[in-house]
C-alpha cells in the first residue's frame, strides 16, 4: 500500500479544525441541546455547561487528540503503538463497538432530518397545527420503508465522502460545511430575533436562575458535553493521527470546543425566542425539533424560508458527524487488515463499514415500527437501547479509559510536550491539564456513569 494510503493526513491546520468541529457539531447541538437546557432551566443550564466545557470536555478533547497525534494510528492501533503492547487493546475495540452502535442510530435520525428538509422544500408542512405535526411525525417514524430509504440516502452520502482520500473528501467537505453551517445558523438566529417578545426567549437562555441548578442539572450539563463534543467514541483520536505534527493540540482543541459551543448557544439563540414568540413550553422535550419547531416556524412570516433553513442546517450539522463516526471503523478495518495476506484498502473497507451499519440501521428502523415488537426488551426498543449504551455506557467507559490512560500511564515530560508550549494563555491550561484528567474527570465520569444507570 502507499504512503498516502497507509498514513493518511489533512493538509492544514484549518482542514484539522473544520472537521474535527464537524465530528463535534451535530445534533446533539441543535437537537440535544436546546431541549436538555429547556428542561433543565435555560440560563442556570448553560452556565453550568459552559463550566463544564472548560473543566471536562477541554481536557477529555486534548487527551483524545494526543493519543492519536503521538500513535499516528486510529483508534485501532493507537493504544498498542504508545504503549508497545496489547494491554489496552480492549479499548479500542470499545471504540469501535461505541461507533457502529452510534450510527446504528444516527443515520436513521439524520434520515429524519433529510425527511423533513425534503418536506420543508416540498412546502409540505403548508397549514399544519402541532396536532398535525405529531401526526406528521408518528406516521413517518412508523413507515419503515420511508425512514430506511431516508437512512440509506445518508449512509450513501456519507460513504461517498469518505471514498475520496482524507484530504480530498473529509477535509474539502468540512471547509465547505462548517462556514455554511454557521452562516445559515447566523441568518436564523437573526430572522427568529425579530419576531415580537423573542426578548423574553431571550432572558430565558441568558438569565440565570442560580435556584434552579441542582445535582441534576449539573450532571445533565456535563452527559451534554460528552455527548456534544463525540468524546468516547475514537473520532477525535483517529482525526488527531491525520493531525499535522507542527499543530498544537492545546489551541486545536480550544478552537474546536469554541465552534462547538458556538452552535450550541447559536442554537439556542433560534430556538428559545421563537417558542416563547408562540407561548410554547421550552421543556416539549425531544420532540421540540420534530414537532414544536416546524409548528412555530409555519406561523412566522416567510415561513417556507425559515424551515427550510432550519432543516437544512440540521442535515449538514448530522452529516459532519456521521462522517467522523464512519471514518472511525473504516481507518479501525484498514489499520487492523493491514498486516493479513489481504489487506482492505479504504475503498473496500467503507463498503465493509456501509454493510455493516446498514444491517444496524435495519434492526434500528423496525424496532420503531408496529412490525418491530419483537426487537423490545424491558420497555425499551432497539433504537432506544443502541442511544442508552452507547451514551450511558460506552461513551463514559471509554472517556474513563482515556483519561487513566493518559494521565497514568504516559509520563509526564511527554504529556506536557504533546500539549503544547507552557506560555501565556496555554499555561493555564497545560498546568490545569494533568490533575484534571488523573483526577476530577475520572470522578466527573464516575458520576455520570452512575447517573445513567439510574444508581446516582
Known amino acids: 500500500m502507499s504512503t498516502e494510503k497507509s498514513n493518511p493526513s489533512f493538509t492544514s491546520k484549518l482542514g484539522l479544525i473544520m472537521a474535527a468541529a464537524g465530528s463535534a457539531v451535530g ?16 440560563g442556570a443550564f448553560l452556565i453550568i455547561y459552559l463550566i463544564c466545557v472548560l473543566v471536562f470536555g477541554l481536557p477529555l478533547l486534548m487527551t483524545e487528540f494526543l493519543i492519536g497525534k503521538k500513535s499516528g494510528k486510529s ?24 461507533a457502529i452502535i452510534i450510527m446504528g442510530f444516527y443515520f436513521v435520525v439524520t434520515g429524519w432530518c433529510f425527511h423533513y428538509a425534503v418536506a420543508a422544500i416540498m412546502h409540505s408542512f403548508k397549514g399544519l397545527d402541532t396536532t398535525a ?4 411525525f408518528s406516521h413517518f417514524v412508523n413507515n419503515g420503508g420511508a425512514m430506511f430509504g431516508y437512512s440509506v440516502l445518508a449512509v450513501a452520502l456519507t460513504a461517498g465522502v469518505l471514498w475520496f482520500d482524507v484530504n480530498k473528501g473529509i477535509e474539502r ?11 445559515m445558523m447566523v441568518l436564523m438566529a437573526g430572522r427568529v430575533l425579530m419576531l415580537p417578545d423573542s426578548n423574553i426567549g431571550m432572558k430565558f437562555f441568558f438569565q440565570a436562575d442560580f435556584s434552579k441548578i441542582t445535582p441534576g442539572v449539573v450532571l445533565a450539563a456535563m452527559g451534554q458535553c460528552f455527548f456534544s463534543l463525540s468524546i468516547g467514541m475514537g473520532a477525535i483520536i483517529t482525526y488527531g493521527a491525520y493531525m499535522p505534527k507542527t499543530q498544537n493540540i492545546t489551541a486545536t482543541a480550544l478552537q474546536v470546543v469554541v465552534l462547538d459551543t458556538l452552535v450550541a448557544v447559536l442554537a439556542g439563540i433560534i430556538i428559545f425566542p421563537a417558542v416563547f414568540a408562540f407561548g410554547v413550553d421550552p421543556s416539549e422535550g425531544p420532540e421540540l425539533v420534530f ?12 415561513s417556507w424560508l425559515s424551515s427550510v433553513l432550519f432543516f437544512g442546517l440540521l442535515c449538514i450539522a448530522a452529516v459532519t458527524s456521521t462522517i467522523s463516526l464512519m471514518e472511525v471503523a473504516v481507518a479501525f478495518i484498514t489499520e487492523a487488515s493491514a498486516t493479513h495476506k489481504h ?11 456501509s ?15 408496529d412490525k418491530g415488537t419483537w426487537l423490545f426488551f424491558q420497555g425499551k426498543s432497539f433504537f432506544d437501547w443502541a442511544d442508552t449504551i452507547s451514551a450511558n455506557i460506552l461513551m463514559p467507559v471509554n472517556a474513563f479509559a482515556m483519561a487513566l490512560f493518559v494521565g497514568w500511564w504516559l509520563n509526564k515530560n511527554e504529556v506536557h510536550h504533546e500539549i503544547g508550549k507552557k506560555s501565556g494563555w496555554q499555561h493555564w491550561i497545560c498546568a490545569s491539564y494533568l490533575p484534571l484528567v488523573r483526577y476530577l474527570i475520572p470522578l466527573a465520569i464516575m458520576a455520570i456513569f452512575l447517573n445513567g444507570l439510574g444508581i446516582l
Not at 27 to 42: H, T
Not at 133 to 136: D, E, K, L, Q
Open 173 to 183: 467537505l468540512s471547509k465547505i460545511l462548517m462556514p455554511l453551517l454557521l452562516l
Open 355 to 369: 454493510a455493516i451499519v446498514l444491517v444496524m440501521v435495519v434492526f434500528n428502523v423496525l424496532s420503531l415500527t
Open 27 to 42: 445534533l446533539g447541538n441543535i437537537w440535544k441541546f436546546p431541549y436538555i437546557a429547556g428542561e433543565n432551566g435555560g
Open 291 to 302: 414537532v414544536v419547531l416546524p409548528g412555530v416556524f409555519e406561523q412566522m412570516s416567510f
Open 343 to 353: 489487506p482492505l484498502n479504504r475503498h473496500k473497507a467503507v463498503l465493509v463499514v
Open 133 to 136: 405535526f405529531y401526526a406528521h
Open 75 to 98: 483508534a485501532f492501533g493507537a493504544f498498542q503503538a504508545i504503549r508497545n503492547n496489547n494491554r489496552w487493546q480492549w479499548l479500542s475495540w470499545c471504540c469501535m463497538l461505541t
